[in-house]
């Protein structure tokens, strides 16, 4: 705990330092941006994505789920119904993460036996579960895991579509979905496209192109 209270000092310190923006802060939240991630302490959303105090409304949970409306009376829902209806972010990412144990472990029940309310939690990701038993059974090991993960992000983005706060706002055109994965060991973060209906690093596009690869709009789509 050490230090985490000279961390705390050390904040107050800048605090003082910077006092015109944090009573600004104080005033009211306005991020733009709903970030759902997993809550493994190496993937902070704020670091990975160099975002300051104000600017992520962040949702994690163990293995990034987005249980489906009506399925969990848990915070999910709440979180999610409070960033889009109140808050009015423009763009929601479900980011997942390569090596992530609560994925690892979703593909191996058995390895829960001793944790009855992680095995429950992860329930909400047995769809993911059997696209990788039906779909990929020809992949083991880090092969497997790095596809559930993606499989995963994927699943998320489409029960976030259940969420009637969410379905409004597609319809209206005035949410965009990502689906990303962070790569812990090369610090790249990949992101899906209905274009191409691929994961491509983010790193390596020109920011315009990097900023076209997103989720398409089924529900806007089909308004057209
Ligand atoms: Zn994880």
Redesign the pocket.
């Known amino acids: 705990m050490d230090h985490l209270l000279s961390g705390l000092h050390q904040f107050h310190t800048q605090f003082g330092r910077e006092k015109d923006f944090y009573s600004k802060l104080a005033g009211g939240q306005h991020p733009s941006v709903l970030f759902i991630g997993?809550?493994?302490s190496r993937?902070d959303p704020s670091i990975i994505t160099q975002s300051g105090l104000g600017e992520l409304f962040v949702m994690r949970n163990?293995?990034?789920i987005v249980p489906c409306y009506g399925a969990s009376n848990g915070g999910e829902p709440a979180t999610i119904e409070y960033a889009v209806s109140a808050l009015g972010v423009t763009d929601i990412v479900v980011c997942?993460?390569s090596g992530?144990?609560?994925?690892q472990a979703m593909l191996n029940p058995d390895s829960m036996e001793k944790l009855p309310l992680v095995r429950g939690w992860l329930n909400h990701a047995e769809a993911t579960r059997r696209i990788i038993v039906e779909n990929y059974a020809n992949l083991t090991g880090e092969d497997q895991l790095a596809a559930a993960v993606s499989e995963h992000v994927l699943v998320q983005i489409e029960n976030l579509q259940t969420h009637p706060a969410v379905a409004v706002k597609l319809q209206r055109g005035e949410v965009t979905l990502h689906a990303w994965v962070y790569q812990m060991t090369s610090g790249e973060v990949w992101a899906y496209s209905s274009d191409d209906g691929k994961f491509t690093a983010l790193t390596d596009l020109p920011p315009e192109e990097a900023g076209r690869r997103k989720v398409g709009n089924p529900r806007q789509a089909k308004r057209k």
């Open positions: 997993c809550s493994d993937v163990a293995g990034n997942g993460h992530c144990g609560a994925i």
